[in-house]
T-cell receptor
Framework: EAGVAQSPRYKIIEKRQSVAFWCNPI?????LYWYQQILGQGPKLLIQ????????DSQLPKDRFSAERLKGVDSTLKIQPAKLEDSAVYLC???????????FGPGTRLTVL | QKEVEQNSGPLSVPEGAIASLNCTYS??????FFWYRQYSGKSPELIMS??SNGDKEDGRFTAQLNKASQYVSLLIRDSQPSDSATYLC????????????????WGLGTSLAVNP
């Protein structure tokens, strides 16, 4: 069974630029999560999708972050414009349904200069 | 605000010893509890999940849950240098700001170092 796929693995941008991340969950997993993990901290949930609907985006900085999950499968997370404090690892995870076990992709390491 | 607390460590144990990792949580209604291992530069991977009071064993790993005291622990027997990582405790909790949705609340993780 293929795991959660993410791309790119690394991204370096300058502040005020925009960036987008892509995630393909495990086949059949209806729930998809985007997390932000800053070094030394636990993952922070940014947004949770159930199929293609948003279940929880209470911690998503909506003035600069956006996410979509078209057709209930792949998802993209966008930051525009980026700030220095957005430097982190962005993790995508999926589960069959909440509150089932979440499986993580390899993550995207974002550096904002 | 629902919380999950872990000692940040580092916890240092000699090879072959038992490593004990602890986690406390604030939401008495929590029903699912997870331990994830995260190597430096890698993403979290599931080690154990536990849903009922008591012990659950899987190889060298034992998860212990005590809902009355609101803690969950992870024991690693015969610790190996390859066990050196950060261990994240995650608790499924009712999200007070998202209707009836439940979401994982994560601890900050405990860094474990197993010394040869």
């Amino acid at each position: 069974e293929a795991g959660v796929a993410q791309s790119p693995r690394y991204k370096i941008i300058e502040k005020r630029q925009s960036v987008a991340f892509w995630c393909n969950p495990i086949s059949g997993h209806a729930t998809l999560y985007w997390y932000q993990q800053i070094l030394g901290q636990g993952p922070k949930l940014l947004i949770q999708f159930q199929n293609n609907g948003v279940v929880d985006d209470s911690q998503l900085p909506k003035d600069r972050f956006s996410a979509e999950r078209l057709k209930g499968v792949d998802s993209t997370l966008k930051i525009q414009p980026a700030k220095l404090e957005d430097s982190a690892v962005y993790l995508c995870a999926s589960s069959f349904s909440p509150p089932d076990t979440q499986y993580f992709g390899p993550g995207t390491r974002l550096t904002v200069l | 605000q629902k919380e999950v607390e872990q000692n940040s460590g580092p916890l240092s144990v000699p090879e072959g010893a038992i490593a004990s990792l602890n986690c406390t949580y604030s939401d008495r209604g929590s029903q699912s509890f997870f331990w994830y291992r995260q190597y430096s530069g890698k993403s979290p991977e599931l080690i154990m999940s536990i849903y009922s009071n008591g012990d659950k064993e899987d190889g060298r790993f034992t998860a212990q849950l005590n809902k009355a005291s609101q803690y969950v622990s992870l024991l690693i027997r015969d610790s190996q240098p390859s066990d050196s990582a950060t261990y994240l405790c995650a608790v499924n909790s009712m999200a007070s700001d998202a209707g009836n949705n439940r979401k994982l609340i994560w601890g900050l993780g405990t860094s474990l170092a197993v010394n040869p």
